[in-house]
């Protein structure tokens, strides 16, 4: 898939799921958005990237915190509904930039600080965009990134990149923890912390949550149930009653420059 067809995708993608962009995080998302700003610890002069922001929840938490911050992202339509979301917050330190990831409107060095949610799996070329945020974060910065990691084992991480990609035709490749540390360690960035997670939905609460099509969603449910109680480390299936649940594992890094 090209540049042009995955954006397409990502389009029809956004239209299909406006419950995904609504710029209303729950409660739990909220908190989890409070645990990363407090985690990486930015100083009030500090000036945070949030990169594909989405509806900018992270960003403005970063701007209540910094002396300001940028979200960019290429869906348009994010970008209007975060900064209708700014402006009923009244924050006047925060801006929107919709542009690409892989080629960021940004000079070097332009920020001490980055971030990125969940949003490394989405990325065709994720070292490309690594290799942008690398280059825009100045000398001694920081950054701090957040995303559902994969089984070091290439069986493992392929099944569950089947599986996702599936239930979501913008899923790209979900990297293994040590892929990440690669890549980090490639642009003279040392890890400060990894912190684990698990999270837990059912089955068919991931299903609907895509509206995945009813052939993929049969597809989807076969391959959890013939790995319910296995390991598929990244992405596991149990069975609880009469419902299957799923757990991912995420890691947020803090990095910085070595």
Not at 7 to 31: I, M, W
Not at 48 to 61: E, K, N, Q, S
Not at 143 to 152: F, G, K, L, Q
Not at 239 to 255: A, E, H, P
Request: proline share 4%; glycine share 6%; with cysteine.
């Amino acid at each position: 898939m090209n540049d042009l067809q995955r954006l397409a995708t990502l389009n029809r993608q956004f239209r299909r799921r406006p419950q995904a962009y609504d710029g209303n995080p729950g409660a739990g998302e909220l908190k989890f958005i409070a645990h990363l700003v407090s985690t990486a610890g930015p100083a009030r002069d500090d000036r945070v990237l949030d990169v594909a922001c989405g509806t900018g929840a992270l960003t403005c938490a970063f701007a209540d915190r910094s002396g300001s911050a940028v979200g960019l992202d290429i869906m348009g339509p994010a970008l209007v509904r975060a900064r209708s979301h700014a402006s009923d917050r009244g924050l006047a330190n925060v801006e929107f930039t919709l542009g690409e990831l892989e080629r960021m409107p940004f000079n070097d060095d332009a920020f001490t600080g980055a971030a990125c949610r969940f949003s490394f799996h989405h990325f065709v070329n994720p070292a490309r965009v690594f290799a942008e945020m690398s280059r825009v974060v100045a000398a001694n910065g920081w950054m701090i990134i957040a995303d559902m990691t994969a089984a070091e084992d290439p069986a493992k991480a392929a099944l569950h990149n089947e599986l996702e990609r599936l239930a979501d035709p913008t899923h790209a490749r979900t990297l293994a923890a040590s892929e990440f540390e690669t890549m980090f360690a490639a642009h003279g960035f040392r890890t400060l912390m990894k912190i684990g997670r698990d999270a837990r939905t059912t089955l068919d609460e991931w299903i609907g949550f895509n509206h995945t099509p009813p052939e993929a969603a049969a597809r989807i449910r076969a391959l959890m149930e013939s790995s319910l109680d296995g390991d598929l480390a990244g992405l596991r299936a149990i069975r609880d009653r009469d419902t299957i649940r799923t757990i991912r594992t995420s890691m947020t890094f803090v990095i910085e420059r070595a």
